[in-house]
């Protein structure tokens, strides 16, 4: 731990010998990012119902309506390390797991695996095992995220059955002071609970159109502590995160792109990593999880005139080696390879069309056997936004699917599949608009988890999943308020459980207010989802890679910018109210609970290359596990709590 605290400010020394120097030239540089004179003004702060994301490139469309956005000024304010921090403050999204390796999405309540996941265009879902994470994020240098929950446009990928999440990596445009050439940034944290540094370090720069890009993460620490003061065994931090990329733009907007990144996580963890403990039993393995994701992306960056292409081709995996007690080895992998086009005949009136291939495989391995299981899938899409009238948004699309299945044994099931998709949004008065949504959703047949290959199957008696989607609701902006509501319901059909098809549904609502004052916001959002299963009574057991039995979730942030004193102070509120799903199986009410959490950011006006953050989170020491998180209602299960209360320091250096 020594070396490492050396290390630490060795680096952040560093950086600040070599900053001070360039203060002159970064406070001139402060001028065009938002900077008047030698006064420092910080950001405008805006909050509203969806906070649309200058990177989308179809924004405003009917089908963006009921999308969840969190932009690119919202994850600098918020410097999010896990996918938890990353979705805080909507609480129609919930992460189960107490540490990243077990994290897992829920949106409305539907595993993250029945959505369509995509990096830099790349899509992801590779399911390797349902005890730990499937997509493992740094989000440190995310740039954008857009959630369309339940019903998704055709453009958005191939099974999209419970809707998507599009993940965005920075560009060296997005991280440049100004018009300066070249920079970087170090981050030094600390967190007292669990005893945990984390470093980062990038630099980058930008040339005649040429881009490059680097950065690295580390964070190491011990096991940290839940709200009881009891040390929860195999939660230390112990990770490594890399991140490269080249890009090249022509003068007329062309863009080449080339990403890669990978994390590491090598470390004891509980031995069923999301889970903290079995008949009072907190035994540990080690699992060592390596993830990667590469991406070439070649595209327009503005949309103009009939021209406007994207070709994607990328690569991702999951892997995950677990030496107790089998030496077992799961890995996933996922080509993916798109072509589209937009047509744009006139300001709101667009047409989507494209191809795209997958190719996924899941492996097991031991020193005694090995499986696989493998899918290729061809689609072709076309999605058509338009806008037939003053105040109405239409957009409507659908997708044609050939999905080939081959299992571990050899068999081969070839299906076929349509999707269609249909979205309007009116504009009744200034201000308030009504919104519905629908879609029909092919999945074909889902990989199974590797670590689940050891099961005899009989694979003929399989279908194809498919799913409907129904949304519709109403919101509400002007002069800095926003509200909103909608309405949901989900049904899958012959979803995969291993050599048999169940069905589901999820269904509830949403509601979320806030207000914008400029300098400062407030905002409150509620869910309320359920979850039920068409042949057995409602338990996690059943609900392994399906989703989650979340019930009531509120969230709600407030947070001002004190220009005079290049100070931002805020707050944040999670909260669970009482679930009594389990009950029809013989199971007690889930306890609810309600976190607290307070920040203050600091940026010098003298030294506006320098930001320091101060964090106090769950501050009444609250003892909790996430209402996503898996067994709560079992009294045998030691669910993974997340830590108690936990004081995070940190300073970051930009030049």
């Known amino acids: 731990m020594l070396d490492r605290v050396r290390l630490s400010f060795l680096l952040t020394s560093t950086v600040i010998n070599f900053a001070i120097p360039v203060t002159h030239a970064t406070a001139q540089d402060a001028s065009q990012d938002g900077n008047t004179g030698d006064a420092v003004v910080l950001q405008k702060i805006v909050v509203n119902s969806g906070e649309p994301d200058r990177y989308d490139k179809h924004q405003g469309a009917a089908d963006r309506a009921s999308s969840i956005y969190i932009s690119y000024d919202e994850i600098q304010r918020t410097d999010p390390q896990t996918l938890r921090e990353l979705f805080a403050g909507n609480a129609s999204i919930s992460v189960g797991g107490g540490i990243p390796v077990a994290q897992k999405v829920f949106v409305n309540g539907i595993d993250e695996n029945n959505l369509a996941v995509s990096i830099d265009g790349v899509q992801q879902g590779n399911r390797i095992f349902h005890h730990t994470s499937t997509n493992y994020i740094d989000p440190t240098l995310l740039k954008a995220v857009r959630i369309d929950p339940g019903v998704a446009p055709a453009d958005a990928g191939f099974a999209a059955l419970g809707g998507s999440i599009l993940y965005e990596t920075v560009d060296v445009g997005d991280l440049l002071i100004g018009d300066r050439k070249f920079g970087g940034f ?14 980062s370090a990038s630099a980058y720069a930008r040339h005649e159109g040429f881009e490059i890009l680097g950065y690295a993460k580390f964070a190491n620490g011990d096991d940290y ?18 991140l490269g990329k080249a890009a090249y733009e022509t003068q007329s907007g062309y863009r080449f792109e080339i990403t890669g990144q990978q994390i590491i996580d090598d470390a004891l963890r509980p031995y069923r990593a999301n889970i903290g403990g079995l008949f009072g039993n907190s035994a540990l393995r080690v699992y060592d999880t390596t993830r990667r994701n590469f991406s070439f992306n070649f595209s327009k960056e503005q949309i103009d005139g009939y021209w406007n292409p994207e070709f994607v081709v990328g690569y991702s995996e999951n892997d995950f080696k677990v030496p107790d007690p089998y030496g077992s080895e799961g890995s996933g992998g996922t080509w993916t390879g798109k072509f589209e086009n937009v047509f744009s005949f006139s300001k709101g009136n667009t047409l989507t069309a494209g191809v795209d291939v997958l190719h996924q495989t899941a492996d097991y391995y031991d020193p005694l056997e090995s499986y696989d299981e493998r899918v290729v899938n061809l689609g072709a899409y076309a999605q058509a936004r338009v806008t037939p009238m003053e105040r109405l948004e239409l ?7 050939a999905n080939y299945f081959e299992g571990k044994d050899g068999t081969d099931l070839d299906n076929t599949g349509l999707s269609g998709n249909a979205f309007a949004e009116y504009e009744v008065v200034d201000g308030l608009f009504v919104n519905a949504g629908y879609s029909n959703v092919f999945g074909g047949i889902d990989l199974e988890e590797t670590f689940e290959y050891w099961r005899p199957w009989m694979y003929e008696n399989l279908d194809p999943v498919r799913s409907d989607n129904v ?9 800095g308020w926003f509200a909103e509501g909608n309405l949901f319901s989900t049904r899958f059909h012959d979803y995969r459980d291993g050599d048999t098809n169940i069905d589901f549904s999820t269904w509830g609502y949403n509601l979320a207010a806030g207000y914008s004052w400029g300098q400062g916001f407030a905002k409150v959002s509620y869910a309320n989802t359920r979850i039920s299963l068409s042949e057995v009574d409602l338990e996690s057991y059943y609900l392994i890679n399906i989703g989650a039995a979340v019930g009531q979730i509120i969230s709600a942030e407030v947070a001002h910018t004190f220009s005079n004193l290049d100070l931002t102070l805020g707050a944040t509120l999670d909260a669970a109210l009482e679930y009594d799903g389990f009950e029809s199986a013989g199971f007690d009410s889930i306890d609810p609970y ?17 930001t320091l953050r101060f964090e106090a989170n769950n501050i009444f020491d609250e003892t909790y596990a996430d209402r996503a998180t ?12 997340e830590p108690g209360r936990s004081f995070r320091l940190m300073a970051k250096i930009r030049y």
Do not use: C, H, M, Q
């Not at 939660?235 to 490594?240: E, H, P, Q």
């Not at 949304?471 to 002069?479: D, I, M, Q, S, V």
């Not at 976190?595 to 003298?606: F, I």
């Open 594 to 610: 309600t976190v607290v959490n307070a920040y203050a950011e600091y940026r010098p006006e003298k030294f506006d290359y320098l």
């Open 186 to 199: 170090a981050t030094l944290s600390y967190d007292t609970n669990g005893k945990t540094f984390t470093e």
């Open 630 to 641: 898996y067994g709560a209602e079992y009294d045998d299960i030691t669910p993974l709590y």
């Open 225 to 242: 502590e839940n709200g009881d003061g009891w040390t929860v065994p195999g939660t230390a931090a112990d990770f490594s995160s890399i």
């Open 471 to 479: 949304t519709g609701g109403l919101r509400f902006e002007n002069a």
């Open 395 to 401: 957009s409507f699309g659908g997708r044609a699917d």
